[in-house]
């Protein structure tokens, strides 16, 4: 196996000679091995160890074995102790969840801190498999089927291509020691029900499964890049990028043949999952929109705006189309001849002055505006004081924004800067609903 390593990392990781790695050692028989092949090449590592403190005494036993490999190969040693289920209840995320975001969060710490060049991790062929098997039972794209990548920016996986005997066999040949993690047994995690219960019977009906397994992986990563050059492609023709949120053209995107699948692509990674919804969108009343836990989707007459959910406490950041919004309040948004008494809940504005799309978000300390009927600009903090209204009130508050300009204090005051004039020619009037 060594020499298949060694040709591996020529062939495919030529440029990890003379670098500092960081390996990520659990102290399981897959990242040991990785640890025995890179030191028994050569390389300058260093092994990263996390206890979750989710198995008690057995996580200590593992880090304590991985400080004693650290000891016997002679190489720096980093170890972490975290409270993973603290950690997940605070985030509302499953404890898996909760220990990946740990994980590589102090990774990248160990990283930037002590001068390594690059995570090196003992994912195998088989962890690939069961990747495969996991993405496609939740439903996913190609992207989802081509697996785990050998290289993901500085994290580098050198032993995927090899399966879990093929480790196994060079650990008991070589006489290595390692830990087992009891939680692997259990059957409820999908990956170890595929790992104990499905694949093994799947390998028993095909024992070149691994093998065929790798061949498709090929063929689908090529497929995979194949389209990634041609969304480059149709990305530059319908897709604008503004300061803060993307345009897509939906008549040019009609254009193009499949659609839909085209809408998909240049979406997916984006957090949406309605993508019934988001695929009715381009035949949708202007103000429609679509909502994934990071990101925005709205109809703007002949456009599509995608923009990012900024969430800084409670201020979300929402785009506002011609037309308005319908959460997280109702603004409608029409023309009207002409004005009438302006109310806490309604205001009129010249068409002509605002820039679309506009923003809606709660304020902010530091946030002007020029309060109808003055000249000088106020700040909101110093208006809510004078206006008398309490904290309780105060962080309830939405403001309206067109070009990063104040156009309403929704509930309280419009902006001097947006009133109609004589010189107005098209009048907009503007309502709130809670």
Not at 195 to 201: A, M
Not at 216 to 239: F, G, K, P, R
């Amino acid at each position: 196996m060594i020499s298949s390593f060694k040709k591996n990392i020529e062939n495919n990781f030529p440029f990890l000679i003379g670098k500092k790695l960081l390996v990520a050692c659990s102290g399981g028989v897959d990242s040991v091995v990785l640890t025995h092949l890179l030191k028994q090449t050569g390389y300058e590592i260093a092994l990263a160890h996390c206890n979750f403190s989710l198995r008690a005494k057995e996580s200590d036993g593992d880090e304590m074995f991985v400080i004693g490999l650290a000891k016997q190969m002679e190489v720096p040693v980093y170890a972490e102790t975290f409270n993973t289920y603290k950690f997940a209840e605070e985030h509302k995320i499953s404890t898996q969840m909760a220990a990946r975001t740990l994980r590589y969060s102090w990774f990248d710490e160990v990283l930037k801190n002590f001068g390594y060049d690059y995570l090196v991790t003992g994912h195998h062929q088989d962890d690939d498999l069961e990747t495969f098997f996991i993405n496609l039972s939740r439903g996913t794209g190609l992207n989802g089927l081509t697996g785990i990548p050998k290289k993901n920016d500085n994290i580098i996986r050198p032993i995927l291509n090899f399966s879990r005997e093929q480790i196994l066999r060079y650990a008991n040949n070589n006489k290595l020691k390692w830990r087992e993690d009891s939680s692997n047994k259990k059957t409820e995690y999908l990956r170890n029900k595929l790992r104990l219960e499905v694949l093994p019977k799947f390998k028993e009906t095909n024992e070149s499964l691994l093998k065929n397994f790798q061949k498709t992986q090929n063929h689908l990563q090529a497929s995979h890049n194949l389209i990634e050059d041609y969304m480059a492609l149709v990305y530059n023709l319908v897709v604008v990028e503004e300061t803060d949120f993307y345009i897509i053209n939906i008549p040019k995107l009609k254009e193009l043949p499949h659609t839909d699948a085209l809408l998909y692509e240049l979406l997916n990674g984006f957090g949406f999952t309605e993508w019934e919804d988001i695929s009715s969108l381009l035949n949708a009343q202007t103000g429609k929109q679509v909502f994934s836990k990071t990101h925005q989707l709205l109809k703007n007459r002949d456009q599509l705006l995608l923009s990012e959910i900024k969430t800084p406490n409670t201020a979300e950041e929402i785009l506002v189309s011609e037309a308005g919004i319908s959460t997280p309040i109702s603004l409608k948004i029409e023309p009207s001849e002409g004005i009438g008494e302006t109310e806490k809940n309604l205001i009129y504005v010249a068409l002509e002055k605002l820039t679309f799309p506009l923003k809606l978000r709660k304020w902010k300390e530091g946030d002007r505006f020029q309060p109808f009927g003055m000249k000088g600009k106020k700040k909101l903090s110093k208006f809510f004081k004078d206006e008398k209204i309490p904290l309780s009130e105060k962080n309830k508050i939405w403001i309206l924004l067109s070009n990063e300009k104040i156009v309403w204090i929704l509930g309280y005051r419009m902006d001097d800067r947006f009133k109609v004039t004589d010189s107005t020619k098209n009048i907009l009037k503007i309502t709130s609903f809670k």
